[in-house]
């Protein structure tokens, strides 16, 4: 692989540059928050505009949630490297890599599931301050899905914020199942292979059970999912709605007032092979 500059970053692009693609991962969602981040705070992290003391801590952590999110995806296409690698060195026995790959899967959709909770944060950015102020404290994205389905709550979120929570409720529960039967239910992943393709799935009732607690998002009549189908849709799903709260910011930010924004993208010695499984269909 070609050296980089850059071994683990975000970087600002200028418009014929931009593009998702080849060893850079672009984003409307990114670059929405690192513009607005930019607009709020200067490069060393200290506040530019004079607001009250509780909108400095929802600004606070507005500006977490950026640096845990993409942290988050870097991780992402690290553990996908990982993955991928462990399943193509010869060099370590079979029952091992399955030992490995077993807590790489793990990790891969915890990682998601941190990623969809960060969506949280950013719905504050295109937020007047009386929303704001009633906005939920619980970090977390399905605290608010809740909250915005009650009726004495529907002038406090922007109809587009609300339209896009129940849109996205369905591919939440999707990794929150799979998330919460390893974390809080000890559920494990088995693995079995065949043709050279790995399969998984995580038994409901016991070890030798014939059932599979994994979200059925393949549409597969099978037992088993085919492992790499099943991460890059449950992926990809992730990355479609994030880019779509993207561009919801984007036009409510402009609506209410003129905002500055710039290009973004990420990249990492991992990222080319990441985006290659991700969008390019290859397996």
């Excluded at 014929?16 to 080849?22: A, L, R, S, T």
């Excluded at 990623?115 to 970090?139: C, G, M, R, T, W």
């Amino acid at each position: 692989m070609k050296e980089r500059l850059i071994i683990k970053g975000t970087i600002l692009n200028c418009g014929e540059k931009w593009f998702v693609g080849k060893d850079t991962y672009s984003s409307i969602l990114l670059s929405v928050i690192n513009s607005w981040k930019s607009n709020n705070f200067t490069s060393q992290d200290k506040l530019n505009i004079d607001i009250e003391d509780w909108k400095i801590r929802k600004f606070g952590k507005i500006k977490g949630g950026i640096y845990g999110f993409t942290n988050d995806l870097h991780n992402l296409s690290i553990n996908y490297c990982l993955l991928k690698e462990t399943l193509e060195n010869v060099r370590i026995k079979e029952h091992k890599a399955d030992l490995y790959i077993c807590l790489l899967l793990e990790n891969y959709f915890t990682n998601i599931r941190s990623l969809y909770d960060f969506l949280f944060h950013f719905v504050k950015i295109a937020l007047n301050d009386k929303q704001l102020k009633s906005y939920p404290e619980k970090d977390s994205l399905n605290k608010l899905i809740n909250f915005s389905k009650k009726v004495n709550n529907k002038e406090k979120l922007p109809k587009r914020i609300q339209d896009f929570l129940l849109d996205i409720e369905p591919y939440l529960d999707e990794i929150k199942t799979i998330r919460d039967s390893i974390i809080h239910k000890g559920k494990e992943i088995i693995l079995t292979r065949k043709e050279e393709e790995v399969y998984i799935r995580i038994p409901k009732t016991g070890l030798y059970s014939n059932d599979n607690i994994l979200p059925n998002i393949l549409n597969s009549k099978e037992v088993n999912f085919n492992m790499n189908r099943y991460i890059r849709e449950i992926t990809k799903s992730f990355f479609y709605y994030s880019e779509l709260l993207g561009y919801i910011l984007l036009i409510e930010l402009f609506e209410k007032n003129e905002f500055k924004w710039n290009l973004y993208s990420i990249t990492n010695y991992c990222m080319e092979e990441f985006i290659e499984f991700m969008l390019n269909q290859k397996t």
